[in-house]
């Protein structure tokens, strides 16, 4: 195990990235000035059935254009909540460079430094994106965040991390952490390329970014490994925290809502035109499975997608059967609406091939 507990990997995925850094301005920055909102007519901007309240009786009380405008505004949402996320995993990525510059491999620093940089540019690319659909609403970036309750998660994620970092002098904790949030975001994002009506030059931006996290997903899972080597006497509480933390992340409902994610979505839908009221009560229903008892066919299979990924990531990891066992009993007990037979019910798995650049 002490052999395979290195950073080493980070060589093969730095060689990568050398070839595309420079292209950063030409794969990210442009596209998303080029992009007109002008031009999204009746394109989507996320997959419609991700769309938040798709299907519920909501939905269908909405107009058309109020429909397109909640779809283009849960894009924004989350492409929002992902630029934010990938803040704060910046300042976590760079301080685990700055130990790693200071006591471990400087080759290895310069691999998380590099991520930072690639993050830095999808960050601006995704705010470039989300300021011009907003104003075709004539809506300003202050109103998304007003309604985005839920931001301030990531601020509390980066000082857990932080402190736990300074008080173990490393960021394991937090590299064995990145997985799931990696595999939520690819679900989604996988699933918007894949949506048949989705605006060309925004899918475009997305397929870049789909491959620079496709890297940035091997460097988790690797690192996450490498992460619970490292923990000593702490590998099973940290393995039981990361049950817990994975069990915790979502696309569509879950039974682990909180206020934040309620707050968010309501607040969205009041965004569209919707009353106050109506909006609350519009939600419950939607996450009590009131009107759909079973979620629109896309969000179910990413839901399982998702929980595929983390019992096969748990399968990996060097523990003991019973803590494994238990690490899926957690995880699945989150997803008790799809961690059951979906084989069984001939329901298909989503596959998603890999992207690459030309
Ligand atoms: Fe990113
Ligand atoms: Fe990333």
Known sequence: MAAAATFDFTRRLRLVSDRDVDRLREHFLAPAEAFDAESLGDRLLFPLEMSWFYGEPIWHELSE????????????????????????????????????????????????????????THIQSFLIVI????????????????????????????????????????????????????????????CTIDEPDMHDGVRAILKAHAID?????????????????????????????????????????????GALQRGTRTNTLALVGVPAARAAQAYAEWRDRKNQPEDPPLVRAGRRYYVRQMFEY?????????????????????????????????????????????
């Open 65 to 120: 254009a109020q429909r397109l405008m909640l779809n283009r505004l849960t894009f924004c949402q989350s492409y929002f909540s992902t630029a934010v996320a990938e803040a704060a995993t910046n300042t976590l990525n760079f301080q685990a460079a700055l130990q790693t510059l200071i006591r471990e491999d400087p080759e290895v620093a310069l691999y998380m430094a590099r991520e930072v940089v690639e993050e830095t």
């Open 131 to 190: 300021r011009k659909v907003l104003a075709h609403y004539g809506l300003d970036l202050d109103a998304l965040r007003r309604a985005n309750v839920s931001l301030s998660l990531s601020e509390r994620y980066v000082q857990a991390h932080s402190l736990a970092g300074w008080l173990r002098g490393n960021l394991d904790f937090y590299y064995f952490t990145r997985f799931p949030l990696n595999v939520n975001q690819k679900t989604v994002e996988r």
């Open 213 to 257: 996290e496709a890297r940035h997903m091997q460097m988790s899972r690797a690192t996450g490994k490498v992460a619970l080597a490292r923990m000593g006497v702490l590998r099973t509480p940290g393995c039981i925290a990361f049950a817990h933390f994975a069990a915790r992340i979502y696309i569509g409902r879950h039974a682990k809502d």
């Open 314 to 358: 748990v399968d990996e990891l060097d523990v003991s059967p019973r803590l494994r066992a238990y690490m899926k009993r957690v995880i699945g007990a989150g997803y008790a609406d799809v961690a059951g037979d979906f084989a069984g019910r001939g329901e298909s798995a989503l596959d998603f091939p890999e992207l690459t650049r030309s």
